[in-house]
């Protein structure tokens, strides 16, 4: 209920404003914040501890990271996208935020 609330809220501003940018504004930050409510909700039913370095924390990083090497470069969309991926998984390996033996292919 709270992230409908939410959408609608910022639709009701944002879109007349600044019309298709707003709207896909809206929704990266409902699905940020669903995401995060889920996240909550199910750590609080199934008590675990999370750690949230290397699930939330440096993986951010790495997404900003990769994003920022990506805006100097001019590439085709299928050239950034495999960069993009390539310079995410280094980033997450050399952080330690996942293992190399914990990626598996297929």
Do not use: Q
Not at 5 to 22: Q, S
Not at 51 to 56: G, K, L
Not at 74 to 85: D, G, H
Request: hydrophobic share 60%; net charge positive.
């Amino acid at each position: 209920v709270s992230d409908t609330i939410l959408c609608i809220f910022l639709i009701y501003f944002l879109l007349p404003v600044y019309g298709e940018k707003g709207y896909i504004f809206v929704i990266y930050i409902s699905e940020i914040f669903n995401g995060l409510l889920s996240f909550f909700v199910l750590r609080k039913s199934i008590k675990f501890k999370a750690d949230i370095t290397n699930s939330i924390i440096k993986p951010v990083i790495s997404a900003l990271v990769s994003l920022l090497v990506l805006t100097f470069l001019k590439a085709n969309a299928f050239f950034s996208l495999m960069l993009y991926i390539l310079i995410y998984f280094t980033f997450l390996l050399v952080s330690g935020s996942i293992k190399l033996n914990e990626i598996k292919i297929f």
